[in-house]
């Protein structure tokens, strides 16, 4: 692969369940290329630090950046105006009542400098086996009785792996976000998984930290 007139080796994943050491990743991140979105290879691939993104009607890629935005619960930044919607309660919490819609609402959403959307109809159905089989989770905000915002994710145990939130009214996502991090000491997270900067996330606690440091938090 070249990249600013530089080649990068490039491993194209075959049918075995295998990727290559993480430190032969590009400057962006980017690892491999090819394989599937079975269940097997999208766990194997989160537990190693891995995960898939890529356009439609392309080769599946997968990334492992250095560093990597990451969320330590305990450092979680609730501002004064959201403090103000926490406690107010506008907003109701439930858990994996509606996976496929947050899923649905979450690759629905425009955002700055993307073009279409990462979440394909081969990635939904991916993440929808891994929520049948107990792996990914969601979490839903209610405003009454109507959906206005969600994340999706997955769940290594100790380790929430973030995917995709939306937010159809304002500070939706924030609401789930937050709760997510309050939620960390009675699921035993030690962190959640941001995986790339955003100043969204950066305002609400997340930092980047290395990639051998992510490595060592995620097998602890």
Same mark, same amino acid.
């Given at each position: 692969?070249?990249?600013? &007139?530089?080649?990068?080796?490039?491993?194209?994943?075959?049918?075995?369940?295998?990727?290559?050491?993480?430190?032969?990743?590009?400057?962006?991140?980017?690892?491999?290329? +090819? +394989?599937?979105? $079975?269940?097997?290879?999208?766990?194997?691939?989160?537990?190693? +630090?891995?995960?898939?993104?890529?356009?439609?009607?392309?080769?599946?890629?997968?990334? $492992?950046?250095?560093?990597?935005?990451?969320?330590?619960?305990?450092?979680?930044?609730?501002?004064?105006?959201?403090?103000?919607?926490?406690?107010?309660?506008?907003?109701?919490?439930?858990?994996?009542?509606?996976? @496929?819609?947050?899923?649905?609402?979450?690759?629905?959403?425009?955002?700055? *400098?993307?073009?279409?959307?990462?979440?394909?109809?081969?990635?939904?159905?991916?993440?929808? @086996?891994?929520?049948?089989? +107990?792996?990914?989770?969601?979490?839903?905000?209610?405003?009454?009785?109507?959906?206005?915002? &969600?994340?999706?994710?997955?769940?290594? *145990?100790?380790?929430?792996? *973030?995917?995709?939130?939306?937010?159809?009214?304002?500070?939706?996502?924030?609401?789930?976000?937050?709760?997510?991090?309050?939620?960390?000491?009675?699921?035993?997270?030690?962190?959640?998984?941001?995986?790339?900067?955003?100043?969204?996330?950066? $305002?609400?606690?997340?930092?980047?930290?290395?990639?051998?440091?992510?490595?060592?938090?995620?097998?602890?």
């Amino acid at each position: 692969m070249e990249k600013d &007139g530089k080649m990068f080796p490039l491993f194209f994943v075959g049918n075995e369940l295998e990727f290559p050491p993480l430190e032969t990743a590009n400057e962006d991140g980017l690892l491999a290329v +090819g +394989g599937d979105l $079975s269940p097997e290879r999208l766990l194997l691939a989160y537990k190693r +630090g891995i995960f898939p993104w890529f356009n439609e009607d392309a080769l599946i890629l997968w990334w $492992s950046p250095d560093p990597r935005m990451v969320l330590f619960p305990k450092k979680i930044k609730v501002s004064k105006s959201m403090r103000k919607v926490m406690r107010d309660a506008p907003f109701t919490l439930t858990q994996n009542k509606c996976f @496929e819609k947050v899923l649905d609402h979450c690759a629905q959403v425009e955002r700055n *400098g993307q073009e279409g959307t990462w979440i394909t109809p081969k990635m939904k159905l991916a993440y929808l @086996e891994l929520y049948k089989k +107990g792996i990914a989770r969601s979490l839903e905000v209610w405003q009454k009785e109507r959906l206005v915002g &969600g994340l999706y994710g997955v769940d290594l *145990g100790h380790v929430f792996c *973030g995917e995709s939130m939306f937010s159809l009214t304002p500070n939706a996502s924030k609401f789930a976000f937050i709760k997510l991090a309050q939620q960390c000491e009675e699921k035993n997270y030690t962190m959640i998984d941001c995986q790339v900067y955003t100043p969204h996330l950066e $305002s609400m606690g997340a930092e980047l930290i290395s990639r051998a440091s992510f490595i060592k938090a995620l097998q602890g």
